[in-house]
């Protein structure tokens, strides 16, 4: 994917790349790090209770730095911060970054303990000279942070004609630099380049992630997972149940992330894929999808009879948003109709197969939380 900035039709001509180096940054007020809160500043103080999840890139040779001997770094981090940690395993890497080799950093919590936990992780890394080179922007010394955003979340940070972004340049003198949308089918997430020092990388962070937090649909276009590879999978012939991926049963570090832990049963994206049932076959592991005309696909996922309430919303209301949103077309079977010899009802999803696989994994995601 070649790296662009932000593009020309978003910001009207208007530059970000200014890299201001004078001046204090408002960072060290406003990073929740035990500095009282400004009565004007209420309102962002409670937006900042709110849980979010962020995804950044990390350069598997500064993984360790992050892990430590034994995970005694990550787990330090979470105990300090608050905040749940995920990073991805050695061999699963983001198959959209230009870089090569980049591993998946989920941190969630409050925008707060996000911080504090990215504070000790900027900390670790540059505590070792290797991990610090290698996150370092390519022509200086200045830091540079890479965070996976949804592309149809990259609006509310760019704003009208690059106003928001612009503003966050201003207020952070961070360089912003945004991805083009992704090229490689099966991808969502654009890449959002953050450079600068460790207190301009405090307030820029904290700048998009309660922004981003703002999106009535951020919840929903949040994607927790950190592997892709089920993306990528060759699918198993008709009829044929798929061998079971061997990254679904290996554990990222950082311990398993609780599914529903933004702000709700099953706000947000994540969990493992659920059980697929093969159109003419048996069910798998494996997804399965059918191709249908005009390049459009359908699947059917069993939904446990007990969890179809929390999957159509009261008065519809979740499954709804889903279709709305996607574009999708969603079809559950009728009550006592379930799929042979299980007390689960048939799911049906038909659309485009990225629309189809992200509608899969949020219905997921609402099956998951029903489980804490």
């Known amino acids: 994917m070649e790296e662009a900035g932000v593009l020309p039709s978003e910001v009207d001509g ?49 993984a360790g730095s992050i ?13 300090q911060s608050n905040a749940r940690m995920q990073l991805s395993r050695a061999s699963e890497f983001y198959p959209g970054s230009p870089e090569g080799q980049d591993r998946i950093l989920l941190v969630s919590g409050t925008v707060n303990q996000l911080l504090t ?3 000790l992780v900027l900390s670790k890394l540059k505590a070792e000279p290797g991990a610090l080179r290698a996150v370092q922007a390519k022509d200086g010394e200045a830091i540079q942070l890479r965070m996976l955003v949804h592309s149809r979340l990259c609006g509310t940070l760019i704003g009208k004609g690059g106003a928001t972004i612009r503003s966050f340049n201003e207020d952070s003198r961070a360089v912003f630099n945004i991805s083009p ?34 999106n009535p649909d951020y919840h929903l276009l949040t994607d927790a997972n950190l592997s892709y590879s089920m993306r990528y999978a060759p699918m198993p012939p008709a009829g044929h149940g798929g061998q079971q991926q061997q990254q679904q049963q290996q554990q990222p570090y950082g311990g398993p992330m609780h599914q529903g832990h933004m702000g709700g049963p ?37 939904v446990p009879e007990d969890k179809v309430g929390v999957v159509i919303g009261k008065q519809g209301a979740v499954i709804n948003q889903i279709k709305e949103l996607l574009g999708v077309s969603i079809r559950i079977s009728k009550k006592g ?27 997921q995601q609402k099956i998951d939380a029903m489980h804490l």
Do not use: W
């Open 14 to 62: 208007a530059s970000v790349e200014e890299h201001h180096t004078n001046g204090v940054s408002p960072a060290s007020e406003e990073t929740g790090m035990g500095v009282d809160v400004e009565p004007d500043d209420v309102s962002e103080a409670a937006r900042r209770e709110e849980r979010v999840v962020v995804k950044f890139l990390v350069p598997n040779v500064a």
């Open 67 to 79: 892990i430590g001997k034994g995970g005694a770094n990550i787990t330090e981090i979470q105990t």
């Open 117 to 119: 936990a990215l504070h």
């Open 181 to 214: 949308p992704p090229t490689m089918p099966g991808l969502t997430e654009r890449i959002v380049k953050i450079t600068g020092d460790v207190d301009e990388l405090m307030r820029a962070v904290a700048l998009v992630v309660t922004k981003l937090s703002e």
């Open 266 to 302: 099953g706000g947000g994206l994540g969990g493992s894929a659920p059980h697929m049932l093969h159109m003419g076959g048996p069910i798998s592991p494996g997804p399965r999808v059918n191709g249908g005309a005009g390049g459009g696909a359908t699947i059917t996922i069993a």
């Open 337 to 363: 109709e379930f799929l042979p010899g299980t007390y689960d009802r048939a799911c049906s999803i038909t659309g485009t197969p990225e629309a189809v696989e992200i509608a899969q994994r949020l219905i």
